[in-house]
């Protein structure tokens, strides 16, 4: 099993930054990759960014948050950060935190609002 919990959403102004930090504790020895998905009201939840855990440390982005968003990891924290600049309001959303491990096993954390004014 791996816990995540997730931290550093809230409100900000369309065109202002937020980083969000996602903490895994437990099997993390097993973890193979880490990212971030979104749900907005209404809607169904989406990808936004991963990272694979790997010497190499692979991401991959949705095209909607490309450029604007990085994804980043502290291996040695076992923390996986979500950088976004120039925040939309079509970005507010519940970001959720995702762990896969070899198992392979999904683990979800509990979600943090973020959400952008206009």
Do not use: H
């Amino acid at each position: 099993q791996v816990q995540l919990v997730e931290s550093g959403g809230g409100l900000v102004a369309a065109g202002d930054s937020l980083r969000l930090s996602c903490a895994a504790s437990g099997r993390t020895f097993s973890m193979s990759s880490m990212g971030w998905f979104r749900q907005a009201p209404g809607k169904e939840r989406e990808f936004v960014a991963t990272i694979s855990w790997s010497a190499v440390g692979t991401s991959r982005y949705a095209d909607s948050v490309k450029g604007r968003f990085t994804i980043s990891r502290d291996s040695a924290k076992n923390t996986v950060y979500l950088q976004m600049n120039n925040l939309r309001p079509e970005d507010t959303a519940v970001y959720y935190c995702k762990a896969t491990d070899s198992g392979p096993g999904n683990y979800w954390g509990q979600g943090t609002q973020v959400t952008v004014s206009s």
